[in-house]
């Protein structure tokens, strides 16, 4: 995968119901965890070196975005001298859902060894853009988002924009935010200005993703790319925004931005391998449990403990079974905190939203947390729920 060619042999379909990065700035997997920040800088959380022998090169990218219910996804070769150039369509023929995931194995145009690659995330009416490629595709949102400030002439942008793109253009399973229209509530002043005509929802906006640094794609790691945050603009705000976005987010400030972490491969066959990757701004340290629904009283399974931007355990945990896991009987994923059940999900939507129809044992899967606080409802036309996405870490 040193240089691969054939744009269309990517896997456009999502795999099922499932940051601000501005371009160029670079996500690096070479230990097992690294996130992009707020505003789009990639830090590495440290964690142990990942010294499993290479496999098959394979990328993972979900849809992480708390106040959008879809996107449309594209990606951006991002060259040795920054210089970002959006590539073709948008990766999948439909939207890709809140919590929903795609899976990548080549890219037309990108040689891995020397180039980076940025996803980049478009939401809203997304009709707008149907047929478009990536490049108009853009360009429609950067002139939608310009518009509704209130610049027809398209120079500037809207509130949020500066997670924009660097070079090509300046710029769940619980419910999902809706898009569109002139507004949502508490959506007064969201576009910063002391005085005027009332904020205007854009019809659509585009946010740039932390960027793939170059040599990450080939490295023989199965990784796994969680866009999370909020992408912002006029009237994506309320009183418990920072709740839902993160810290520090205002409908100026947004915080979409992604984690970016190398999944371990280790298996047994008589088990099911099983890791979590904790992709929310708005939590803390969380742990996830296996529990039979009520009025059963049994303890169920403790899956890990995760911290965000961590991928735990490391490597991954081969210490159950399938029936121990009770994904096949009616159990349900928790997230908890202090011994707190903060949200639960059934084992059967949590792999549906990845695509998967069971686990099996011999094969390696992680769950994936994102979205606001755990123990927040979704908020029709502004915030998506908690979600959890079961993948496969070795994809068919």
Same mark, same amino acid.
């Given at each position: 995968?040193?240089?691969?060619?054939?744009?269309?042999?990517?896997?456009?379909?999502?795999?099922?119901?499932?940051?601000?990065?501005?371009?160029?700035?670079?996500?690096?997997?070479g230990a097992p965890s690294n996130r992009g920040g707020s505003g789009g800088e990639a830090a &590495?959380?440290?964690?142990? @070196?990942?010294? +499993?022998?290479?496999?098959?090169? %394979? =990328?993972?990218? #979900?849809? *992480? !975005?708390?106040?959008?219910?879809?996107?449309?996804?594209?990606?951006?070769?991002?060259?040795?001298?920054?210089?970002?150039?959006?590539?073709? &369509?948008?990766?999948?023929? @439909?939207?890709? +859902?809140?919590?929903?995931?795609? %899976? =990548?194995?080549? #890219?037309? *145009? !990108?040689?891995?060894?020397?180039?980076?690659?940025?996803?980049?995330?478009?939401?809203?009416?997304?009709?707008?853009?149907?047929?478009?490629?990536?490049?108009?595709?853009?360009?429609?949102?950067?002139?939608?988002?310009?518009?509704?400030?209130?610049?027809?002439? *398209?120079?500037?942008?809207?509130?949020?924009?500066?997670?924009?793109?660097?070079?090509?253009?300046?710029?769940?399973?619980?419910?999902?935010?809706?898009?569109?229209?002139?507004?949502?509530?508490?959506?007064?002043?969201?576009?910063?200005?002391?005085?005027?005509?009332?904020?205007?929802?854009?019809?659509?906006?585009?946010?740039?993703?932390?960027?793939?640094?170059?040599?990450?794609?080939?490295?023989?790691?199965?990784?796994?790319?969680?866009?999370?945050?909020?992408?912002?603009?006029?009237?994506?705000?309320?009183?418990?925004?920072?709740?839902?976005?993160?810290?520090?987010?205002?409908?100026?400030?947004?915080?979409?931005?992604?984690?970016?972490?190398?999944?371990?491969?280790?298996?047994?066959?008589?088990?099911?391998?099983?890791?979590?990757?904790?992709?929310?701004?708005?939590?803390?340290?969380?742990?996830?449990?296996?529990?039979?629904?009520?009025?059963?009283?049994?303890?169920?399974?403790?899956?890990?403990?995760?911290?965000?931007?961590?991928?735990?355990?490391?490597?991954?945990?081969?210490?159950?079974?399938?029936?121990?896991?009770?994904?096949?009987?009616?159990?349900?994923?928790?997230?908890?905190?202090?011994?707190?059940?903060?949200?639960?999900?059934?084992?059967?939507?949590?792999?549906?939203?990845?695509?998967?129809?069971?686990?099996?044992?011999?094969?390696?899967?992680?769950?994936?947390?994102?979205?606001?606080?755990?123990?927040?409802?979704?908020?029709?036309?502004?915030?998506?729920?908690?979600?959890?996405?079961?993948?496969?870490?070795?994809?068919?």
């Amino acid at each position: 995968m040193a240089c691969v060619t054939n744009h269309e042999a990517l896997e456009k379909k999502p795999a099922g119901r499932g940051g601000s990065g501005s371009g160029g700035t670079f996500a690096s997997a070479g230990a097992p965890s690294n996130r992009g920040g707020s505003g789009g800088e990639a830090a &590495s959380s440290g964690g142990h @070196a990942d010294d +499993e022998p290479p496999g098959e090169s %394979v =990328l993972t990218i #979900v849809n *992480g !975005v708390v106040d959008a219910p879809r996107i449309a996804l594209c990606l951006a070769k991002v060259d040795a001298d920054g210089n970002v150039t959006p590539l073709g &369509s948008p990766l999948t023929d @439909a939207p890709l +859902e809140y919590g929903q995931s795609v %899976v =990548l194995r080549e #890219v037309d *145009g !990108v040689n891995f060894d020397t180039d980076g690659l940025e996803p980049i995330a478009i939401a809203g009416e997304l009709e707008l853009i149907r047929g478009l490629d990536c490049v108009a595709a853009i360009d429609r949102a950067h002139a939608e988002e310009a518009r509704s400030a209130g610049n027809p002439s *398209g120079e500037g942008g809207a509130g949020g924009d500066s997670g924009g793109l660097s070079a090509a253009s300046d710029a769940g399973s619980g419910g999902s935010a809706g898009e569109g229209g002139s507004g949502a509530g508490d959506s007064a002043g969201s576009a910063g200005a002391a005085a005027g005509p009332p904020a205007v929802r854009s019809a659509l906006r585009a946010r740039g993703l932390p960027a793939i640094g170059a040599a990450t794609l080939n490295a023989g790691r199965s990784l796994v790319f969680v866009a999370n945050g909020c992408m912002g603009g006029a009237t994506y705000t309320g009183p418990a925004a920072t709740q839902y976005c993160g810290a520090d987010y205002s409908a100026r400030e947004p915080t979409v931005s992604a984690i970016l972490v190398s999944l371990s491969r280790q298996v047994s066959d008589d088990h099911v391998a099983l890791q979590a990757v904790h992709a929310s701004l708005a939590n803390g340290q969380v742990e996830l449990h296996s529990r039979p629904p009520f009025p059963s009283k049994a303890t169920g399974i403790g899956i890990t403990s995760v911290v965000f931007g961590q991928v735990a355990p490391r490597p991954a945990s081969i210490s159950n079974t399938v029936t121990d896991l009770g994904s096949a009987r009616k159990y349900l994923v928790t997230v908890e905190s202090d011994g707190n059940v903060l949200f639960d999900v059934a084992w059967s939507s949590t792999l549906a939203q990845g695509g998967l129809s069971e686990l099996k044992s011999g094969q390696g899967y992680a769950l994936i947390f994102n979205g606001p606080r755990a123990d927040l409802p979704a908020v029709p036309n502004l915030w998506n729920a908690p979600t959890l996405t079961a993948i496969a870490v070795d994809p068919e």
